[in-house]
């Protein structure tokens, strides 16, 4: 079930909600339980049992890790909690990626698994690693109460794409969540604004981006392969804050603060700052667990740097199990290092448009890598971007298509930007009078007509997809 | 604001989007209950089946899922709402349609469609009828796209079918193509097409008639000597239904010299009729219909003569607008519609061709004929 479907709008949600607010206390837990796994298990009939394994056996590990007063016992549970983690991860995702590139290197006939990978599986793997971790490390106590790990492993706001909530965030809220109206209300907001930006803007953008690639590339000339990148770039932003938007509005109608995942990452003016504030929760994963236990920036600049490769190549192939994804992270690296090394103090001298334009491109090399899963292919459409393929700079047809999504693209720019949010916040702090009205009328307003748009678009449904069901 | 204000603030957002939700939610409950007491088979009857296979496999959840969206209460007025908002956002194509100038509808369609395969395929079945009725005329009718290219949306991209004709002409021979482009698009300026529908009108066809006459080397007759009849006002074709705004209908105009003779029109062997259109059609769903009474397998066109020519059409829909112009030159017309005809479709031009100088007449849309045009 996705969020942008009228069963989890018009069915799901409503009978969750009521049976939750109806809930006392401790029961509201098993509610959202209940609602969770009957959430996923709609999904993933299947693979709900894997869930609960994982689930299941990270509290045991927390549980015993805890227990043991032995460092060096700890530290084997902790080795059997990660490599268990990391087999059901590497099996379920990455086996057949693992089986046909040995096959295709070696000449190899080994039979693919064709299995399909469960949804949400690189988030919730990494949700309880976290949390084995911290026990380890004695960041957290280990949770005593099943119930109270299970709803923190399966809850469904966060499930299929995010924000990756650390378990000592989630830890006070599993327990005790006080019921507050202007958190809901905040919740609510937040939810409206997810769906609006997945559903008005991502799903039309992705139209765009099917139309281009639906073209032989060798025929499409620069502008139009420029259009489908900046719709394939705004797309899979709106589509993921979009996702992470509604997440963290459906948590905070639960009572828990999600952290944010993103931070207008599009006016990034380097690319360090651009992953600053593109999926923060993963990053910030990342460097806790990874970045950081390697030796960071602390072991000297070659350490540095091969740390910074094998954390984006983790990256790359978290996001999917593909050679175009790895090869995504590693041009990531590459220019991290480059900007470590020199660039950024060259960048800091630089206007920060320049700056920005800058990072905007390398992105944008990225974004056709990534979703372009056969690296070939990737390379067809980046040579017509750069006219290589002989087809024009323009054509007829470039000029249709920049009329037709030209409204869409300028909503989505100014979108994807924090105007609205600084306008939004210099009315509502307006001393005056005319400035908090208006504020509040447009407040009253905006937010029904986003959700009945969204709800015409969703009826019409004549493209829904969902983007990183890979992940 | 204070803490009381910003509070009762927050209440009045949550009221009032919830407010939105639940509404929908009960008044798609209840209309579900509504329309299963109603029809007796409504959308109770027609929810998926729970199987156990069914529930692993997860194809329940995914009908579950269709069944609630393209059931939804008043489905039709979101979707409208959704087309209104396309407008707004200056979208000038919704479902492929385009919104042209001058109240025109045109279907998209782009030279990519067609593969030079799927070209190739299909004139070769072409050459075979040839091959078998040396005497085949092919009448490929560009598409309004093509053809009143003025009335798209600035820049938007069409399926210019001129070279397609030309590849038909040096496939199949010049004298076995009718070409009608240069005749339609010399009067693009008159209503050639229709508004709604993606086909050709009746003057359309009249033009087509008279470079068909001059192929067979016939006089072609002056139908336009009368005033045509408007039959109806409010004609709504195919691509209306696509775009769902609430457009006016358009005239259907009949040209009444086209029943000066008398003929009996026998449709699939058990419907006899003495004229080529059906006025009960103008009051249903679809108007089109009135020409040739809709979509038949086989018409067999008959009329008192002394000549013995024969014609044997083979056609799309847009050919039941010509066959009225055509008839009066022949003695018998058999007309075939390939999309519902099922059978060999030699052995019946065999059997129909009793002199054995039976004429053969294709007509055809280019972008139905390269998609669909096959004799089996």
């Known amino acids: ?29 098993v509610i959202l339980l209940l609602g969770s796994l009957f959430f996923y298990a709609w999904g993933e009939p299947v693979y709900v049992l894997l869930i609960l394994f994982t689930t299941l056996s990270d509290y045991w590990y927390g549980r015993v890790i805890e227990s043991n007063k032995r460092k060096g016992a700890k530290t084997f549970f902790l080795v059997n909690s990660i490599l268990i983690n990391l087999l059901v991860l590497g099996f379920f995702k990455y086996a057949d990626f693992l089986t046909e590139s040995c096959n295709r290197l070696l000449g190899t006939t080994f039979p693919l698994w064709e299995l399909p990978v469960p949804i949400g599986i690189s988030f919730y793997t990494l949700q309880c690693m976290s949390y084995v971790i911290d026990c380890y490390r004695g960041k957290v106590k280990a949770q005593r109460n099943f119930l109270d790990f299970a709803v923190y ?55 765009l981006w099917m139309e281009v690639t639906g073209n032989d590339f060798a025929e499409l000339p620069v502008m139009i392969a420029w259009l489908g990148v900046a719709a394939l770039g705004l797309q899979i932003y709106f589509e993921f804050s979009g996702f992470a938007d509604m997440a963290i509005g459906l948590g905070a109608c639960l009572g828990f603060d999600f952290p944010e995942n993103f931070n207008y ?11 600053c504030r593109w999926n923060m929760t993963l990053t910030g994963w990342l460097r806790e667990y990874v970045y950081i236990p390697m030796g960071g920036n602390r072991k000297g600049l070659f350490c540095q740097i091969i740390n910074i490769l094998v954390v984006w190549l983790l990256a790359g ?31 800091k001298k630089l206007p920060g448009q320049l700056g920005n334009m800058y990072t905007l491109f390398i992105v944008a090399i990225g974004w056709v890598v990534f979703a372009i899963p056969q690296i070939s ?8 971007m750069f006219g290589l393929n002989g087809a024009g700079l323009y054509s007829r047809e470039s000029f249709y298509f920049g009329l037709k999504y030209m409204v869409l693209f300028i909503i989505s720019f100014i979108a994807a930007t924090p105007l ?52 | 604001m204070d803490i009381y204000g910003e509070k009762k603030n927050a209440v009045r957002t949550v009221t009032f989007l919830c407010t939105i939700m639940l509404v929908l939610t009960i008044a798609d409950l209840f209309y579900r209950v509504v329309d299963f007491r109603e029809e007796g088979k409504g959308s109770f009857m027609t929810a998926p089946k729970m199987t156990e296979e069914s529930l692993i496999s997860g194809s329940f959840m995914k009908d579950c899922e ?23 956002m200056l979208k000038k194509e919704i479902n492929g349609v385009y919104l042209g100038k001058d109240r025109y509808l045109l279907e998209k369609h782009t030279r990519a469609e067609f593969s030079s395969e799927k070209v190739e395929k299909t004139l070769e079945s072409m050459q075979q009828l040839i091959k078998e009725y040396p005497d085949t005329r092919f009448m490929p009718i560009p598409t309004k796209d093509c053809v009143l290219s003025e009335k798209l949306p600035a820049f938007a991209p069409y399926f210019d079918q001129r070279l397609l004709i030309e590849q038909m002409k040096n496939v199949l021979g010049n004298e076995h193509v009718i070409d009608v482009y240069p005749v339609l698009k010399a009067h693009e300026q008159e209503k050639i097409y229709f508004y709604t529908d993606s086909r050709w009108t009746g003057l359309g066809a009249y033009y087509g008639y008279t470079e068909f006459a001059k192929a067979y080397k016939l006089p072609a007759f002056n139908y336009l000597k009368q005033e045509p009849l408007k039959v109806t006002e409010e004609f709504k074709g195919n691509l209306y239904s696509e775009v769902n705004l609430p457009l006016k209908g358009e005239d259907i105009l009949m040209f009444p010299r086209t029943l000066e003779k008398k003929y009996t029109i026998t449709y699939d062997g058990n419907k006899t009729s003495h004229s080529f259109y059906a006025p009960d059609c103008l009051t249903g769903e679809n108007k089109y219909d009135y020409f040739m009474d809709g979509t038949h397998a086989l018409t067999i066109i008959e009329r008192e003569s002394f ?10 829909s847009y050919g039941n607008c010509l066959i009225p112009f055509l008839a009066r030159h022949y003695k018998r017309v058999y007309v075939v519609d390939l999309s519902c005809f099922d059978g060999s479709l030699i052995n019946l031009m065999k059997e129909c061709d009793t002199t054995g100088q039976m004429d053969v007449l294709v007509v055809y849309d280019c972008v139905d004929f390269v998609e669909h045009f096959s004799i089996r």
């Open chain 1, 153 to 207: 492993v399966t809850m469904f706001p966060q499930l299929l794409l995010g924000p990756i909530v650390k378990y000592s965030l989630a830890e006070k809220q599993l327990c005790r969540r006080e019921p507050d109206i202007i958190r809901i209300s905040y919740g609510c907001k937040r939810f409206v604004t997810g769906l609006a930006k997945k559903v008005l803007l991502a799903n039309q953008l992705g139209m």
């Open chain 1, 1 to 29: 079930m996705v969020f942008s479907s009228t069963l989890f709008l018009f069915r799901f949600l409503p009978i969750f909600f009521i049976f939750y607010f109806m809930a006392p206390g401790r029961m509201k837990n």
């Open chain 2, 307 to 316: 000549s013995q020519e024969e014609l044997f059409v083979i056609k799309n």
């Open chain 1, 377 to 384: 292919e990737g390379i067809r459409y980046l040579s017509a």
């Open chain 1, 265 to 275: 990452p599009y006016i990034s003016a380097s690319v360090t700052e651009f992953w």
């Open chain 1, 317 to 347: 192939i978290w996001h999917g199990a593909g050679w175009n994804y790895l090869l995504w992270g590693i041009w990531f690296a590459f220019w991290l290092i480059l900007e470590k090394l020199f660039l950024k103090n060259l960048l």
């Open chain 2, 66 to 88: 269709e069944n609630v969206t393209n059931r939804f209460v008043n489905r039709e007025n979101w979707i409208t709402l959704k087309t209104y908002m396309d407008v707004a």
């Open chain 1, 420 to 471: 609205f949010h600084r306008i939004a916040e210099c009315m509502s702090h307006s001393v005056t009078g005319y400035g908090i009205a208006t504020y509040r009328v447009l407040e009253k307003l905006i937010l029904p007509i986003l959700l009945i748009a969204s709800i015409a678009h969703i009826v019409d449904g004549s493209y829904n997809p969902f983007l990183y069901f890979q992940l």
